[in-house]
């Protein structure tokens, strides 16, 4: 069974940085998608960032040039590079993965892919 656990959040005062890191036990197939989500108080979760198997990352609009998604495999931890935080990151941050049967040129919508695996989440607090 794949697990995913997330470490690594905390507080920080806008304008700073955070690395999130997901640890992974195992890899269903080689085709795959991992992304970071996040749920802020009172608001629908929302997915922020995601890499493929073939190394394509697709970022949520809000995040564009300031969240880098990375994952090294020979560590099996994704990671998430939080630069220029701001109060509106602050949620909780989960990771989540998929896996297919079949190879993929691209994927289609990555940030809504139906992710099948999840971690618990970490707490992100941005304060102005």
């Known amino acids: 069974e794949v697990r995913l656990v997330e470490s690594g959040g905390g507080s920080v005062q806008a304008g700073g940085s955070l690395r999130l890191s997901c640890s992974v036990s195992?890899?269903?197939?080689?085709?795959?998608?991992m992304a970071w989500f996040r749920q802020a108080p009172g608001k629908e979760r929302e997915g922020v960032a995601v890499i493929d198997s073939r190394g394509t990352t697709t970022y949520a609009d809000s995040v564009k040039g300031r969240f880098t998604i990375s994952i090294d495999k020979h560590k099996n931890t994704l990671y998430l590079q939080m630069d220029k935080l701001e109060p509106e990151d602050t949620a909780v941050y989960s990771c989540?993965?998929?896996?297919?049967?079949?190879?993929?040129?691209?994927?289609?919508?990555?940030?809504?892919?139906?992710?099948?695996?999840w971690g618990q989440g970490t707490q992100v607090t941005v304060s102005s």
């Open positions: 989540a993965a998929v896996f297919f049967m079949m190879a993929f040129l691209k994927l289609s919508d990555p940030l809504n892919l139906g992710y099948n695996y």
């Open positions: 195992k890899y269903d197939t080689y085709n795959w998608a």
